[in-house]
């Protein structure tokens, strides 16, 4: 189709701890309004790739070495993640990532920091991640650290939603839960990127539910992208359902 292209990798090599190796090429397209698929089996480079772009590898001894990445067609590979945030662009970290010892409603709020919107607007954000997530109003008052995997998943993205983002990372959404709740999660994706807009960037290694929800899949493997198409195209190729689908 033709919508703008939000965000662009082109080519990236990233290489940990000045001699691994591990995206040799990569490059994607992101489409303003899509959901966008990263697919591909454990140690792909799934989840350095999203790193890549939210400039998180250097607590991990990882740079990249090569190519570019830019979103609206500006250079972004310098900033920070909060200057990113300010772009537009948050990421939704692997494992979910709460603050333990927060409540619920602390952990969504702690999303809005870098907004100068004023306390109305984050209020009504607050009840529009509400709507979306009616557990978590229930569970607002409860310390993160005791809520279920799900719930502590919903509040990570829920607190993505706070900082009014353009484009969501989102890292394995997928990862310890159970497959109705899979299936919810993606549910609210689907719904937050048709009602409010929002661009999506998942990474996930369940490509049967990511091709069912997403418009668009790139497949790695060992850091090169190997595959990509239109989910539809995807969930048809003999090679994809061969080796990814589990149904020759
Ligand atoms: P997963 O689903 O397991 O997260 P992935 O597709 O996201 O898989 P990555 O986590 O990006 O894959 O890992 C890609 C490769 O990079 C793997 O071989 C992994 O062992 C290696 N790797 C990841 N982090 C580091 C690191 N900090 N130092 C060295 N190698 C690393």
């Known amino acids: 189709s033709g919508a703008e292209t939000l965000l662009e990798v082109t080519n990236i090599e990233v290489i940990y701890n000045h001699v691994i190796l591990v995206l040799k090429g990569v490059s994607l397209k992101v489409p303003k309004g899509g959901i966008t698929a990263l697919l591909g089996g454990n140690g792909a480079g799934k989840t ?15 740079e990249v070495t090569k190519g570019s990445i830019t979103y609206r067609g500006e250079r972004v590979q310098d900033l920070s993640p ?26 969504l709020l702690t999303g809005s920091y870098t907004r100068k919107d004023g306390k109305g607007a984050i209020a009504a954000d607050l009840e529009m991640v509400y709507q979306y997530f009616p557990r978590l109003k229930e569970r607002r008052t409860s310390q993160a650290g005791y809520t279920s995997g799900g719930e502590q998943q919903m509040t990570a993205i829920g607190r993505a939603l706070m900082s ?8 394995e959404p997928s990862m310890g839960l159970a497959p109705q709740l899979v299936e919810q999660i ?51 190729n003999p090679d994809v359902k061969e080796f990814y689908l589990g149904m020759s």
């Open 164 to 171: 009014r983002p353009e484009t969501i990372l989102l890292d």
């Open 48 to 62: 350095t790739t999203l790193k890549a772009i939210s400039n998180l590898l250097h607590s991990e001894r990882g």
């Open 82 to 107: 909060s200057e990113l945030v300010e772009r537009g662009v948050i990421q939704v970290m692997e494992g979910r990532h709460c603050f333990e010892h927060l409540t619920v409603e602390e952990n």
């Open 186 to 236: 993606f549910d609210i994706v689907k719904r937050l990127n048709e009602e409010q807009g929002v661009t999506f960037l998942l990474a996930e290694q369940n490509t049967n539910v990511a091709l069912r929800f997403a418009h668009y899949g790139y497949i790695l493997e060992s850091g090169r992208v190997v595959m990509d198409g239109p989910a539809a195209d995807l969930r048809e």
